[in-house]
């Protein structure tokens, strides 16, 4: 799925996180969390950034953050049954444009595989942008966009 990426480096921890640094020593992790109980081998995907000092908060993320990325979920989908829900984080207001970038970069690399749905919410305070991607042969499909559309009920106003 994944061709012609220029990840980091990128290591798996003893506590199944993912761990990299950029070429300004910006320390990311990477890390699924099992969401079984909705559909089996579906799992949500996290990442975030090491805390940063005060005086390194505006330090360029680095130019090849979705690369790894996109490398780290390839790894992941190389066992067909899994499938993943996407988040956009909101917290800062840039989760449509983080879903964007990552509908743009996952268009540029999917071979045809793979098949990504989104929903668009909202909560009584913020945005929502999420989104499910699993391999078009996952042969638990019906039982991933049930799942889906289940937790976007319950958590979202579906708009």
């Known amino acids: 799925m994944f061709a012609l990426l220029h990840p980091y ?14 070429e300004s020593g910006i320390e990311y992790f990477a ?6 109980d909705y559909s089996p081998g579906l799992y949500t995907f996290n990442f975030e950034r090491k805390e940063l000092p005060k005086d ?10 979705l690369d790894t ?13 899994n499938a993943m829900l996407f988040v956009c984080d909101s917290t800062d207001g840039r989760a449509e444009g983080r879903r964007r970038l990552f509908s743009r970069k996952f268009n540029s690399v999917n071979d045809g ?25 996952n042969p638990n499909k019906d039982d991933l966009l049930a799942a889906f559309e289940q937790i976007c009920a ?5 708009e």
């Open 31 to 36: 890390y699924f969390l099992d969401l079984s």
């Open 9 to 22: 480096k990128y290591t798996l921890t003893v506590e199944g996180r993912y761990h990299f640094t950029t």
């Open 113 to 137: 595989s793979f098949e990504k749905i989104d929903r668009d919410g909202r909560t009584a305070y913020y945005s929502v942008y999420s989104s499910l991607i699993y391999r078009k042969d």
């Open 154 to 158: 319950d958590s979202l106003i579906v």
């Open 56 to 65: 390194d908060e505006k330090k360029a993320p680095g130019c090849n953050v």
């Open 69 to 81: 990325i996109c490398q780290i979920l390839s790894d992941f989908f190389q066992q067909k049954t």
